[in-house]
């Protein structure tokens, strides 16, 4: 329950349109892009500016009202689901892209800045902001920041992390920290660090300071046809094993490319069992040679067919194709769960199998999506919410899979962050005592555990009910 | 509630929805107020339940739909293939049923003043007094009434000329189309009807102009009132359905993406059918037949508004830029968010202001950041309501239908 007066209080630092606590505007707010626990929130608070958001913050430090930041709402892994915080800190209203400096090669914005919207305001300085999550023209850069967003382009640039400078953090007592800053590799602890990829457990992001990468000169992108998921997986393999570094390296199989080429007709192959989207960048200079090599080396596992991008735009259409698959899948079914693991690269055509094993005895239908360049999976388990017993079997199977990843060397999660979906999941990953410290870490920044509550690192509490199969959950 | 009891809509296609969110920033109320519940992704969740009986249609869950311009920039992003506009447009006659008296009259006379043509007249008398006058435009200056702004966007009343039943083609017959003119858009910029006349005409096209047409039914269905706008649908299509008819088109995009649906509107009826089929936008089939070069000048820099029923409604972006790039002495520069609601759409501007107020204020600061002189944009709702802000705020820029525009350059206009 929250305090009396609460919602008054509130309206006074955001303004009256800054607060939602009716129950039915109250309702969206209950699930984010994972869809399989819901709960919602007592109290949705939308400040307009960092400062407002601290002025809240330091408010419910006084309340001592834990909170959920949230951003989009695309996240994967639950990371804005309340499990026991009953107010939402909201930053969509904080929009602005505060500072461009082109020589520098930097950009300030605020935490709801829409990913996209910065490499579109650099764009004509041949500039973007690396990171590409496929999500990227909703998702926003607070969030990135929370999950250390990765995307198709990480293979060769990195995830977030590599790309943010600084970052300003209230801290749950509602001090504001500068940390990082705009010169690269400062002295005394990597503080920016520890904050991307925090999933909100040690404070609110408001401003990072991003830095700016080259668009590169030319591309060349390249659509790779396979009879089987596991002639593709061995191209995969032969690419990395040549030596080259490719832009993006993602894999489709054949459920998710009927689905894809049904939403966005971008001629994709839709008999064929699984295909390669390729892409090398860089000077023009190297390009041709490189070109020719990944060619002879997928036809050499076995590509039935190996078609470039004959320009710009064919090469929008098919990056389209990729980036919305997850969305298309809705084509397929009515629910669906995206997984989100990692294996070492040789073993990409092993989980690959297994994947399809646990499928097969769940008898679900599971599509796989996934950057295949870096080991990093995305099955995608369709299903019904609405017929009974099938969302235990997903999560049954997600469990499963997760489990095999860890097995064969790998981690529960690449990109979507653990959130409240892989709690349980982060002792297969961690001893006990690494836990712990990660916990004792964590409560440097907030002792009292108001920032994102059980979330990213299992506590007592969060263990015993993740092992149920919803949290609170009203489907 | 038995599983066969719709009350609205089929559960189903609200399902489609998967919640992933790529449609928030598309959404013009999510980016201007950021609250899921004014978001489409937000929008479906409030449909399911009230769909599912879970909540009621109460004042908050209604102003939360109504807050929806029904601008369909959503569709165009959504990887899903949701059909927001349709699920919308069903939730609203049931949304309507729920509200209160008050607000149902006033939204009932909306409705019929603008759709019905002789009460239209009748009732909108006052207003060609005040049409495009300077001294309306400085009046609503000094007052700040953006109805007066309205007033002022509007063309100087000049009557409208009777066009005949049928124009010949200037040149060898492509194909015939029937121009309509039942509607809100021909009273109020009759010029622009001519103009398209005059254009296909030129470009081979022969126009036929049924007399005493009414309006096409998209407005009342914006209001909520299926009823009427089934009605108005069923009354054109047995008034213009013509057999020998190619293609049928308007100069409102809002009207043309609504003749799109005729067929799903009216299922049993051949004429509707008939002209969903064959509805195309004028600037879209210009653009096919093509247009001899035209002649006059027109030093200028040009830039486009996308009206939402032409870009996201009938998926037609290229064709009206293709045009206007033909005209010797334009420049064509690219609005910021050019593909964003001006908050025109339908009667929004009219029944939430506020919001309305809010994304026009947008529009014009990107109008002024791209430093165009003329702003194009294809719809009569988007040309007042851009020009009535353009008038309050006393900006040097001109907004036009690029049909005018077009019409000039080809030495057919005014």
Known sequence: MLPPGFAQRMRGLVGTDGVVDRPESLLVYECDGYTLERAAPEAVVLPRTPAEVAQVIRALWKDGVPFVPRGAGTGLSGGTLPVEAPVMVCTSRLQKIESIDIANRRVVAQAGVVNLWVSRAVKDAGLHFAPDPSSQNACTIGGNVAENSGGPHTLKYGVTTNHVL?????????????????????PGYDLTGLVVGSEGTLGLVTRATLRLTRVPESYRTFLAVFDSVADASEAVSGIIASGIIPAALEMMDGLILRAVEDAFHAGLPVDAGAVLLIELDGPEAGLPSQSEEVRELCKAQGAVEVRTARDDAERTLLWKARKRAFGAVGRLAPNYCTQDGVVPRTQVPEILRRISATAEKHSL?????????????????????????????????????????????????????????KIAQMPLLFSPEDLHAMATLRSVFDPQRRANPHKLLPDSKVCVEARAPRRQAAM | MADSDVRFVEIEKLLSCVHCGLCLPSCPTYLELGTEADSPRGRI??????EEGRLRPTPEVTRHLDSCLGCRACETACPSGVPYGSLIEA????????????????????????TQPTVRNVAT??????AGKPWTARFARATSLSLLGYAAALPEWRGVTPLPPVIEPD???????????????????????????RLLARAGVRVLIPPDQGCCGALSLHLGNDTRSRDLALRLSRHV?????????????????????????????????????????????LAELGLPAPQRPLKAKIAMHDPCHLLHG????????????????????ELAEAEICCGSAGTYNLTEPGTAGRLLTRKLADIRASGADIIAAANPGCLLQIRSGAILQNMPVQIAHPIDLLARAHGLGD
């Not at chain 2, 008296?101 to 909306?110: D, I, K």
């Open chain 1, 365 to 421: 239908r599971i599509g796989n999506v996934f950057h295949a360049g870096d080991g990093n999976i995305h099955p995608i388990i369709l299903f019904d919410e609405r017929n009974a017993g099938e969302v235990e079997r997903v999560l049954a199977a997600g469990t499963e899979i997760l489990e095999a990843c860890v097995a064969l060397g790998g981690s529960v999660t690449g990109e979507h962050g653990i959130g409240v979906e």
């Open chain 2, 171 to 197: 040149r060898e017959l492509r194909g015939t189309a029937v121009l309509l003119t039942g509607c809100v858009a021909h009273s109020s910029f009759p010029q622009t009807t001519v103009s398209i006349a």
């Open chain 2, 314 to 333: 009938q998926g037609v972006k290229n064709a009206p830029r293709e045009l206007l790039r033909q005209i010797p002495g334009a420049e064509l520069v």
């Open chain 2, 241 to 285: 359905s013509e057999d020998e008819a190619d293609w049928y088109v308007t100069t409102a995009a809002g009207c043309g993406a609504h003749l799109r649906e005729y067929g799903t509107l009216l299922p049993n009826d051949s004429g509707a059918a008939n002209i969903g089929a064959k509805a195309r936008d004028p600037l879209d089939l």
């Open chain 2, 125 to 130: 008398a006052p207003l060609r007094l005040l």
């Open chain 2, 45 to 50: 969740l409030l449909m399911r339940a009230l």
């Open chain 1, 166 to 186: 600084g970052l300003e953090l209230v801290l749950p007592t509602g001090e504001v920290v500068q940390l990082g800053g705009p010169v690269e590799d400062r």
């Open chain 2, 91 to 114: 939730a609203r006659p049931f949304v309507e049923e729920h509200r209160p008296p008050v607000a149902r009259f006033l939204r009932w006379l909306l409705d019929s003043v603008l």
